[in-house]
């Protein structure tokens, strides 16, 4: 049976509420749609090295502004920034869509493109996490967090279900050679977002405390330090905080190259439809693992061991997918990859969220956000590597398992060094 709290059943009522979930579905089945056509491109024309060089240009400026996209969210309107930043998405999104209709991007176009989406995500990302945590009081954020967090679960299992037949799609007038109708999906799917933000929760007395602050950059970088010497002064944070780092920078890469392994497998089609019906699988897992947050969100994060579980399977999964040669054991592997990658990564951050006061959470969401854009950056280190590799005496698809089997492994050593420290959560949450 479900577990929602009484009171989070009476936001469920209210309309607002429902079309910004709505809409948050269905901008994830646009950005999933964009992601599998844009990672398809560019691993079909520039291999591994074009991930690992969009992947860069991702991760550096979301790494570098990330916390000053959460010091802008505490600071500002919310509902104005988040209608900025997805407007600035669209015409992201309408630059890629033309020139993908004139000819091949070059890698250097699609690294500027990956450059502008990190940018615009070190912004929207933390305002993103601290709407949906001012929607509701501070004990119905974790299971609320975990409910939006299903709608963007269902994107990605639906917009991999349409991807295949988007990108197969053909016109005497309009060429989709590039993935161009993709895009275009892309754009009409982030104006529902717009239309439907909720207006900011932070109490008006509170925004103007924060808003009359002098606005000098000594001033936000110490805002950033108080963030930081918040963070440090809780130990739960620190242990929750060292968990999703390592979870996302050696754990989570292995999504970000799937495109890299439905090129390279050694037995199955290297088609875009492969990488389609992969992606799709992964999907699936990220939608049950919303579910089982949901489902359980007040057991669950009672207790540290429940992590190392998670840990455990989701490094088995990845072994299991890279040495399975059947399409069935694939997909199934893939399939709780994403299930145990979802539920660890959701519950940490919105136990994270849930144990921040209201004036720390778009500071507090950036360092996490920061841990995904090293994500990306482990992502692209380890692309960068497959393909020096693939140069010299390896297959491509043999380097790609020593790099991935490298991170697992590694993720494998520190949780098991970490096992006391986490295991103690049990007695503080």
Known sequence: MIYLPIKLKMYLNNVKFKQFWLAIAISNIALSIYIIAFSWLTVKHYGALGIAMTAF???IP???????GGLVSDRFNKRM?????ITLYILSGLILSVACVIETPSLWFLVGISIVTGVISAFSAPTHKSIISGLVDAPQIAPTQQLFDLAVSLGFVIGPMLSSSILSLQNTYISNANGAYA?????????PLIL????????????????AQTPTLKHGIKNIIDGFLYLYSDRRLKILMWLLSIVLILGMPFASLLSVFARDHKTMLHTATFFSEISMCLGIGNLLGSLAGIGFTKIFKKTGFLFLLLIVGLCLSVVITITQANFLGIVLSIMFFGFFGTLIINLLTDLIQSLTIETMRGRIAAFYQSAQGLQAMSAGLAGLIIHLLSQSSYSSYRAYELVELTMIGLLGILTLLSTQTILRLNRTL
């Not at 895009?183 to 104006?191: A, S």
């Not at 439907?196 to 808003?211: E, F, M, R």
């Open 57 to 59: 240009g991702y991760a």
């Open 62 to 68: 979301n790494i570098m502004l990330v916390r000053f």
């Open 81 to 85: 920034l988040y209608i900025i930043y």
């Open 183 to 191: 895009f275009l999906i892309y754009i009409c799917g982030m104006f």
């Open 196 to 211: 439907s933000i909720p207006k900011t929760s932070l109490a008006p007395n509170l925004q103007d405390q924060i808003q």
